[in-house]
């Protein structure tokens, strides 16, 4: 178990969360924990992970009363790139930012993201003939109103950010993790057109509003679910 500095009540919130799943650790003592950052609508919380078992728990350091454990079997998907670990649930799970079933952690140290991205993927499931793995997202019949969720790259003028680029039934929306300020949604009706050259480059460009350029940092999106996003996005220009 690597050794982490802990506020007293950050502390107090692990052991609790420990002792919580001591039926699990009588058969799996192995825990890790590492220091990370959970990314929430204008900053991030800063707490730790602990993998023990069959969960990941988060403790938020500053309120610990907001701390949360996950399941294996409710991770739909989860990838890793450089130092982020991008975690979709099929059940939300509740902390300081409410109900959330789309996590972003930052880790201190990048070679935790390695041991995280196996565990997860160790949790792969078969669901009605589409299969659910780490770093890839469902197919256009998810039953969580979301399509897919890709980790990407948004390209300024002068730099760049990175984010969740959330392909919903309603919509698409880019949450940036690093610069809040450019997070933006748009409504299907609300997009001119959707360009892609590759699976791993796409481009928005709204009627209002910057065209908005992202390079996928994991997988690629699925065709079938680039289909169904510009589908939409005619549908919608047409019904107007």
Known sequence: MKSVSLK?????????????????????????????????PFGEV????VQVGDYLVFVDE????????????????????????????????RGRSGQMDRLTFRLQERA????????????TTQQAGNTTTAGRTNSPNASNGTLGTY???????????????????????????NEINHSR???????REIERDNPYEMVVKPFA???YEFDF???????????????RVTAARVAE
């Open 62 to 93: 500053q309120q610990p009363q907001n701390s949360f454990a996950m399941r294996r079997s409710d991770v739909r998907t989860l990838n890793g790139q450089e130092d982020m670990i991008n975690v979709e649930l099929s059940q939300p799970v």
């Open 8 to 40: 007293r009540a950050s502390l107090c919130a692990l052991l609790t969360c420990l002792l919580l799943a001591s039926p699990l650790l009588a058969q799996q003592t192995s825990v890790t924990v590492q220091e990370a950052r959970m990314s929430i």
């Open 46 to 49: 800063d707490g730790v992970l």
């Open 112 to 123: 935790g993201v390695a041991g995280l991205t196996a565990w997860g993927t160790s949790g």
């Open 151 to 177: 980790s990407v790259k948004h390209n300024h003028t002068m730099g760049e950010c990175r984010g969740n680029l959330i392909i919903k039934q309603d919509g698409v929306a880019y949450e940036s993790i």
């Open 185 to 191: 949604q748009w409504s299907y009706r609300d997009v």
């Open 209 to 211: 509003g910057d065209e």
């Open 217 to 231: 940092m994991g997988k690629g999106m699925d065709n079938n679910v680039y289909q169904t996003l510009t589908e």
